[in-house]
Structures are given as structure tokens and as C-alpha cells.
């Protein structure tokens, strides 16, 4: 399965999204999706299934317990493939950041000239 189609599912990004603030059980992840999107543990499992042979999630055995976490070399590879689109979208970022610099300053401008 390519990379944008496991992360083309809603489901999927949540799961990664819980995952990236650092390890949790199976359990726990279940609890969340189910609670967020609605749908059975069996059917969180089988996302958790796709994300792990799709290279996203690792997991380990701690007793009974099944930990997951996220493995960053698919993230970084979809990083790398969009590497060549980023020139269509960091002028405009740069030119955002330098307008709420500008708008910051202004503010502190006012407001030391305000004060008597």
C-alpha cells in the first residue's frame, strides 16, 4: 500500500497523531478511535494492522500488553517526496511570517507610544 494511501484514511492519521505523543497500548488507542469515530475495536485493530505492515507503527510485547509507536522513516520518506513541492508553498510562508513580524512590531509601537 503506497504511503498517501495509508495516511489517506481519517482513522489512520489519528492513530499515527496519538502515536507521535509517544507510545500507547493498543487499549488505549482503541478507546480513543472508538469513542472519536465511532467504529469496533476489531476494526481499529485492523488500522493498527495496516499502519504496522505499512512500515508507520511498530509494536512490542510488554506482557498481555501490545505497544505501539510511530516509526519515522516512512514519515521522513513522504517528507522527502514532498521536498519538491515546497518551493510552491514557502515563499508564502516566509511572506506570512514577515507580515506578523511586521503586525508584531507595529503592535509594540503603538503600544510604547501610547504610554504617557
Known amino acids: 500500500m503506497h504511503a498517501f494511501d495509508v495516511l489517506g484514511d481519517p482513522v489512520r492519521r489519528r492513530i499515527l497523531?496519538?502515536?507521535?505523543?509517544?507510545?500507547?497500548?493498543?487499549?488505549?488507542?482503541?478507546?480513543?478511535?472508538?469513542?472519536?469515530?465511532?467504529?469496533?475495536?476489531?476494526?481499529?485493530?485492523?488500522?493498527?494492522?495496516?499502519?504496522?505492515?505499512?512500515?508507520?507503527?511498530?509494536?512490542?510485547?510488554?506482557?498481555?500488553?501490545?505497544?505501539?509507536?510511530?516509526?519515522?522513516?516512512p514519515l521522513r520518506e513522504i517528507d522527502d517526496w514532498l521536498d519538491r513541492f515546497r518551493r510552491f508553498w514557502t515563499p508564502h510562508l516566509d511572506a506570512l511570517a514577515t507580515e506578523i513580524a511586521r503586525g508584531r512590531r507595529a503592535r509594540r509601537n503603538d503600544d510604547s507610544g501610547s504610554e504617557p
Not at 465511532?38 to 505497544?67: C, M, N, W, Y
Request: proline residues 2%; without cysteine.
Open 17 to 73: 497523531e496519538l502515536l507521535a505523543d509517544g507510545e500507547r497500548s493498543s487499549g488505549e488507542v482503541a478507546a480513543v478511535v472508538r469513542a472519536e469515530f465511532g467504529i469496533s475495536q476489531p476494526a481499529v485493530s485492523q488500522h493498527l494492522k495496516v499502519l504496522r505492515d505499512s512500515g508507520f507503527a511498530v509494536v512490542r510485547a510488554e506482557g498481555t500488553r501490545r505497544l505501539y509507536a510511530v516509526d519515522a522513516a
